[in-house]
């Protein structure tokens, strides 16, 4: 690249970054809606809180990066046409193509780191994501019981304790089990401590009662013990339990569906998770050559270029909805996979064919009839 192409991709490139990190965070703010549950009323710790906060950016930041690389590409070609340095290096004899030049080189960059993401990152990303989610839902002795209220673990199953010690006994315990609204339970004891193994967790309560009311006879039924097992696993099932999505699966799984689907319908969604992961990265190049074909064809208008942004972003959403849209028939009917790699070449290769013919995308105003008088008089004389 010459040094006016290096000054381009300069300000294309400062402006994508900070797009990508004003998205990231405001779609961080929604995601941690969902997560600081955990630390305000489970009482978990801020470094959980941060992990899975930060194992949620591989989700988003493919679908962030192409929508950040568009946008900094219609700020920075308006900016420049606005300051009219777009105009001077038009006037100046330098051809669309190598204005765009910068343009697609930073496109073809995000589809690389785009690719890395769906291939490698997201997936294990995902993956950990869910798996600690279950860990911190299902690890009640450290994160979800706090002292001295009821502690709502499940449906109509609620826990009370007085006090925990620093070796994990919890003192003065109640536990009311509900689930079954004919024959409520209560247990209350002394001393209970909570196990976690491979049958799942349980608490074992030592030293107390267990009363059962038959609510169809209004009869009371106490049982006292020295021990007594109260299992949870009925509660929530655990990661090892549930079938992995398909986003949490590996690329290597998704090319080898039928050795992991359990039926046709989900050996159809492994394979349009597959391909969306090649395919979804082109919208980055074809969210370019829209921005390009929109900013760098047709004349120089003085009154802006509104109309051409509006028409480019408008564009943009409908390639967006009819990839997703593509991905979720191609999840239903698999005729439909290549159609998600066609999508991006739709708008490409039209977007080449605009900026190669120099057409506009809004014809421009037309001179006033005064003026155009007065210019014929000019030349005459």
């Known amino acids: 690249m010459n040094r006016l192409q290096r000054y381009l991709?300069?300000?294309?490139?400062?402006?994508?970054?900070?797009?990508?990190?004003?998205?990231?965070?405001?779609?961080?703010?929604?995601?941690?809606?969902?997560?600081?549950?955990?630390?305000?009323?489970?009482?978990?710790?801020?470094q959980m809180f941060l992990w899975l906060l930060l194992?949620?950016?591989?989700?988003?930041?493919?679908?962030?990066?192409?929508?950040?690389?568009?946008?900094?590409?219609?700020?920075?070609?308006?900016?420049?046409?606005?300051d009219s340095e777009l105009?001077?290096?038009?006037?100046?004899?330098?051809?669309?193509?190598?204005?765009?030049?910068?343009?697609?080189?930073?496109?073809?960059?995000?589809?690389?780191?785009v690719y890395t993401l769906n291939v490698w990152i997201t997936?294990?990303?995902?993956?950990?994501?869910?798996?600690?989610?279950?860990?911190?839902?299902?690890?009640?002795?450290?994160?979800?019981?706090?002292?001295?209220?009821?502690?709502?673990?499940?449906?109509?199953?609620?826990?009370f304790l007085r006090e925990r010690d620093s070796d994990g006994n919890l003192h003065k315990v109640l536990i009311h089990d509900g689930r079954d609204e004919v024959k409520p339970v209560t247990v209350m004891g002394d001393r209970a401590v909570m196990l976690t193994g491979p049958e799942g967790t349980r608490f074992v309560v030592y030293d107390g009662n267990r009363q059962?009311?038959?609510?169809?006879?209004?009869?009371?039924?106490?049982?006292?013990?020295?021990?007594?097992?109260?299992?949870?696993?009925?509660?929530?099932?655990?990661?090892?339990?549930?079938?992995?999505?398909?986003?949490?699966?590996?690329?290597?799984?998704?090319?080898a569906p039928e050795a992991i689907a359990q039926?046709?319908?989900?050996?159809?969604?492994?394979?349009?998770?597959?391909?969306?992961?090649?395919?979804?990265?082109?919208?980055?190049?074809?969210?370019?050559?829209?921005?390009?074909?929109?900013?760098?064809?047709?004349e120089f208008n003085r009154r802006g270029q509104s109309r051409r942004i509006t028409v480019a972003v408008l564009l943009v959403m409908g390639l967006?909805?009819?990839?997703?849209?593509?991905?979720?028939?191609?999840g239903k009917m698999t005729p439909f996979v290549p159609l998600m790699y066609v999508l991006p070449f739709c708008a490409v290769i039209p977007s080449i064919w605009v900026m190669s013919r120099g057409l506009r995308l809004k014809p421009s105003q037309q001179a006033a009839p005064g003026a155009t008088d007065s210019g014929t008089r000019d030349s005459a004389s």
């Open 9 to 46: 991709f300069r300000n294309l490139l400062i402006a994508t970054l900070y797009s990508t990190a004003g998205l990231t965070l405001t779609i961080w703010l929604s995601q941690s809606l969902r997560l600081i549950e955990i630390v305000v009323s489970a009482g978990a710790p801020m």
């Open 55 to 82: 194992l949620t950016v591989p989700t988003f930041l493919g679908i962030v990066l192409p929508l950040a690389l568009v946008g900094a590409i219609l700020f920075t070609y308006n900016r420049l046409t606005a």
């Open 87 to 113: 105009v001077v290096m038009r006037a100046a004899g330098v051809g669309p193509f190598s204005l765009a030049q910068p343009a697609v080189l930073l496109a073809l960059m995000v589809v690389g780191v």
């Open 123 to 159: 997936p294990s990303a995902h993956r950990e994501l869910v798996r600690m989610e279950y860990v911190v839902r299902n690890d009640y002795s450290q994160l979800f019981l706090r002292e001295g209220v009821f502690n709502e673990v499940g449906d109509r199953f609620s826990v």
């Open 212 to 255: 059962e009311l038959d609510r169809k006879t209004g009869r009371l039924s106490q049982l006292f013990f020295e021990r007594y097992a109260v299992d949870l696993k009925v509660l929530t099932p655990t990661a090892e339990e549930r079938w992995p999505d398909a986003r949490e699966r590996s690329t290597a799984d998704l090319f």
């Open 263 to 298: 039926d046709d319908r989900m050996r159809r969604g492994l394979i349009a998770e597959l391909h969306h992961r090649f395919a979804s990265p082109l919208l980055a190049l074809a969210y370019a050559a829209v921005a390009l074909a929109a900013l760098l064809s047709g």
């Open 320 to 330: 967006q909805a009819a990839a997703l849209g593509l991905t979720s028939l191609a």
